[in-house]
């Protein structure tokens, strides 16, 4: 009865914010199965009938430590409510515009192209810190992955895609390479969207020590077969009071972008774009820590870097192979 309401709720709402109800509800599924194991059975409409029901019933229906079915079932669906509103009505009040001046393009992701034209399944790892974890978000179905997974399951939804996050608070290059192993090459991916640099200009890490590991990592992916796209610093107080540093590290990652072939999502002048050119306060795409972004600013992100990704496979699959060195400006 409890399945049936919640299927009937789920069913109720837009489809495109579906996708996220499963991950809301897997934390409180086993709770809800045991509370259903124990729920009573329907009682008698007969007198008669009555004297073959155990009495084992009775204590059950009784029983002051079961929440009242009502309350069970109107909780869920209330929690499936306010998650598919938050999924679907993120850019009600603020919409997610690409940004005015243009960003570089991603190129051809061949990978990740090849394996959909064949209806292989496709794995996409998102390697980095915090932003990556999702940090700033308040819940994790909201998560930049997340949300990424969502929209290219909505694009291409015969198609078998897993985002794996591989985030982890705190880290930059030399902690990634440490890992780069296990959490990215021995997993096999098709993509590997790397967000790096953000620490290092917090932490006035020497950038041509980043710069050297950057390299050293996007040749051992691309080494193993995988399509990459970097992802630079986001524009956001903490980050831009070291302007400088920031300045430096977002000119180094498109430098090294352009030796090794591979796409960059241009993440700190899209932010920038937000603030200046759509006059976005801060606030609304940063949380109060002056670093992470918000529900609101991480959508936005993986809405802009799917639509990239959309693209360029796109090209591929409509014929028009561009070569991965051909990065091109255009409006995202």
């Known amino acids: 009865m409890l399945a049936g309401a919640l299927l009937a709720a789920v069913a109720m709402l837009p489809a495109h914010a579906q996708v996220t109800v499963h991950a809301a509800l897997s934390a409180t599924a086993p709770t809800q199965a045991?509370?259903?194991?124990?729920?009573?059975?329907?009682?008698?409409?007969?007198?008669?009938a009555a004297s073959q029901v155990p009495a084992s019933t009775d204590s059950a229906t009784n029983d002051p430590s079961l929440p009242p079915l009502k309350t069970l079932t109107a909780k869920a669906i209330d929690k499936v409510k306010q998650v598919a509103k938050s999924a679907s009505d993120i850019f009600s009040r603020v919409p997610c515009m690409p940004p005015k001046s243009g960003a570089q393009s991603l190129g051809s992701l061949p990978h990740v192209a090849n394996k959909l034209i064949a209806g292989q399944?496709?794995?996409?790892?998102?390697?980095?810190?915090?932003?990556?974890?999702?940090?700033?978000?308040?819940?994790?179905e909201f998560t930049y992955p997340n949300r990424l997974a969502a929209q290219l399951k909505r694009q291409y939804p015969g198609a078998n895609i897993t985002v794996v996050n591989a985030g982890v608070g705190g880290e930059d290059a030399p902690e990634m390479m440490k890992r780069l192993q296990t959490s990215v090459i021995d997993v096999h991916p098709d993509l590997v969207i790397w967000q790096v640099g953000t620490n290092a200009v917090l932490r006035n890490l020497d950038p041509a020590d980043t710069q050297k590991l950057v390299e050293d990592g996007v040749a051992r992916i691309q080494g193993s077969g995988s399509d990459v796209v970097l992802v630079d610093p986001q524009y956001s107080p903490r980050v831009y009071e070291r302007a400088e540093s920031a300045n430096k590290m977002v000119r180094m990652l498109n430098r090294v972008a352009s030796v090794r072939h591979v796409g960059i999502f241009p993440r700190f002048q899209v932010m920038r774009e937000w603030h200046e050119n759509q006059s976005l306060p801060v606030d609304s795409f940063v949380i109060a820590d002056?670093?992470?972004?918000?529900?609101?600013?991480?959508?936005?992100?993986?809405?802009?870097?799917?639509?990239?990704?959309?693209k360029s496979v796109?090209?591929?699959?409509?014929?028009?192979?561009?070569?991965?060195?051909?990065r091109t400006y255009r409006p995202m």
């Open 34 to 48: 045991a509370q259903t194991q124990a729920l009573p059975q329907p009682q008698p409409s007969s007198p008669a």
């Open 121 to 140: 399944p496709v794995v996409i790892i998102a390697f980095g810190s915090s932003s990556t974890q999702g940090y700033g978000s308040t819940a994790p």
């Open 290 to 310: 002056g670093l992470h972004m918000n529900d609101w600013g991480y959508a936005c992100f993986a809405q802009l870097l799917g639509d990239d990704i959309i």
């Open 314 to 326: 796109g090209q591929i699959k409509l014929g028009v192979n561009v070569p991965a060195e051909v």
